[in-house]
């Protein structure tokens, strides 16, 4: 079993729809998570980071992180074709970002 | 600011070669690290290095190394190259203090 698992879909939803994606973990040390966006034939994007349990908020994305379930998301409010892309979650147990364990990521579409 | 460069961006080589890859962080970025990225394992860490020394190893053979440069410049090296190790690898820079890292657009390994 990955320790981190991540639903590969992919996943089509029409513009304007609200996207929720979502991590599984095994590992009870993580403690910084992490969302990427990565473009086709591009390097990951960050863009959100959270430290421990809690919600943060940035423009039309939402992540949210449950440590007593080991369970974390990513809400996209207002979906755009821009959105296209594939969604990588990322933790580690140190800060700074060290020796990052990746989800397998989601390919989301959104349609026009 | 200049972001995350990665020379080559492509790269064909021949089994039992090696090959040597070089990545310049964002300036005023200590910790260089090196993640390989195939279809079927996803994002897996290699290794980090925080002024010029090695900080963090991820589960590779040591055919896989890497140095990194008074000025932060990194470079890996691959020796004895397997069909296997065709992937993308991507290098990142982070401050150490701030969340996350910046990556580049990595990489293209392909072994023949």
């Given at each position: 079993q990955k320790e981190v698992e991540q639903d590969p879909g992919p996943l089509s939803v029409p513009e304007g729809a609200i996207v929720s994606l979502n991590c599984t973990y095994s590992n009870s040390a993580f403690q910084y998570f992490m969302w990427y966006r990565q473009y086709s034939r591009k390097?990951?994007?960050?863009?959100?980071?959270?430290?421990?349990?809690?919600?943060?908020?940035?423009?039309?994305f939402t992540a949210q992180v449950d440590k007593s379930s080991k369970y974390i998301s990513l809400f996209i409010r207002d979906s755009q074709p821009s959105?296209?892309?594939?969604?990588?979650?990322?933790?580690?147990?140190?800060?700074?970002?060290?020796?990052l364990v990746f989800g397998q990521g989601t390919r989301l579409t959104i349609n026009p | 600011k200049a972001g995350v460069t990665q020379t080559p961006r492509y790269l064909i080589k021949t089994r039992g070669q090696q090959v040597t890859l070089s990545c310049s962080?964002?300036?005023?970025?200590?910790?260089?690290?090196?993640?390989?990225?195939?279809?079927?394992?996803?994002?897996q860490f290699l290794f980090e290095y925080f002024s010029e020394t090695q900080r963090n190893k991820g589960n590779f053979p040591g055919r896989f190394s890497g140095r990194q440069f008074s000025n932060s410049r990194s470079e890996m090296n691959v020796s004895t190259l397997e069909l296997g190790d065709s992937?993308?690898?991507?290098?990142?820079?982070?401050?150490?203090?701030?969340?996350?890292?910046?990556?580049?657009?990595?990489?293209?390994?392909?072994?023949?």
């Open positions: 390097g990951p994007e960050l863009l959100m980071y959270t430290y421990s349990s809690g919600n943060k908020e940035d423009g039309r959105d296209s892309a594939t969604y990588l979650c990322a933790m580690s147990e140190m800060g700074g970002a060290q020796k | 962080p964002i300036s005023g970025h200590r910790s260089v690290s090196w993640y390989q990225q195939t279809p079927g394992q996803g994002l992937a993308l690898y991507l290098c990142a820079s982070s401050t150490d203090s701030s969340g996350g890292y910046t990556f580049g657009s990595g990489t293209r390994l392909t072994v023949v």
